[in-house]
């Protein structure tokens, strides 16, 4: 059996490039006593894999050099040693960015297959993206009935989760930035966002202004540098912010300078940084709120899905630039 497999061959200075990955092909051996072996059918592309491409103290460890990237995936066990994972199962894993994932059964959890439900959801709505977003809203920045909300990335994974779910809780204004015009009228159209802006147009300090004219209570950053600055600016007392990710600053060497920090103290505002890991116990409380929300129709979503796994870094890199709305994944 022949596993195709991405391996970081070199670690990226800036923008990765074709020249730091690498496809191998793997013979797998026979299965050992207590292995299965699964036939991946999603693939998950998420931006923090870019940091486990640098060297370095991180919250996840460094993707090791000549060897497969890991990462979530969803599939089907075709070939087993435990009775817990017969051939047939719904899994998910950690063992991505290959086609075929072999190791020991508790490296595997089953997954129930809900009719109508595509497995690709456990990697988005059902999955890490939108218990990030759930998260953050409700243990970090404690959205409460009224709040004027804004979300940066808003036309991403976790972004069109995290319009959805402050409005569901109460949120009365949600604004949101994205980079093209057509993800911008997507936030209001399909999303449900008040207002929303294209930060490529420039001056993020004053569209935010324009879109909440009476400031934000919370503000879920997907994105930092210049967001985070003008979030900071836009704050009423006591904003809270739920601070998840900065991918504008992935790709760069060194942080950026943040303007406004005199307002966390004058406005008195709450700024928390996390990381899903520290919070996964939260998991079933999500399962069941999600399920609930996407039962009663209450949860829209979009997948941006790039086929074969010859595409898998194609797909990735398209991520990083924006070539996605929802959650980008990979369809083996
Ligand atoms: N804390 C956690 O545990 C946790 C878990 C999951 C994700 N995250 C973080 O959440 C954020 C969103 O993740 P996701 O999986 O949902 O990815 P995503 O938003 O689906 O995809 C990444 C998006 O980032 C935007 N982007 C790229 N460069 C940018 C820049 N310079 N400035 C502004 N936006 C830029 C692009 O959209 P545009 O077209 O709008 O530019 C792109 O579509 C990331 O920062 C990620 O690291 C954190």
Known sequence: MISTQWHLASRPTGEPTSENVVKVEVELPELTAGDVRVRNTFLSVDPYMRGR???????????????????????????????SLPVGTLVQHQLGWRDISQAPAGQFSALPIVPGVSPSLFLSVLGLTGITAWTGLTQIAHVKEGDTVFVSGA??????MVGQIARLLGASRVVGSAGSAEKVELLTSKYGYDAAFNYRDGDIAGQLKAAAPDGIDVYFDNVGGEHLSAALGAFNDGGRAAICGAISLYNANGGSGIRNSQNIVTRGLTLKGFTMGNYYFLAPQFAEVMRGWLTDGKIAYDETITDGIDNAFTAFLGMMNGKNVGKAVVRL
């Open 53 to 83: 491409m640098n060297e370095g103290r991180s919250y996840v460890a460094p993707y090791a050099l000549n060897e497969a990237m890991g990462g979530a995936a969803v599939g089907e066990v075709i070939e087993s040693t435990v009775d």
């Open 155 to 160: 036309a991403g994974g976790v972004g069109t």
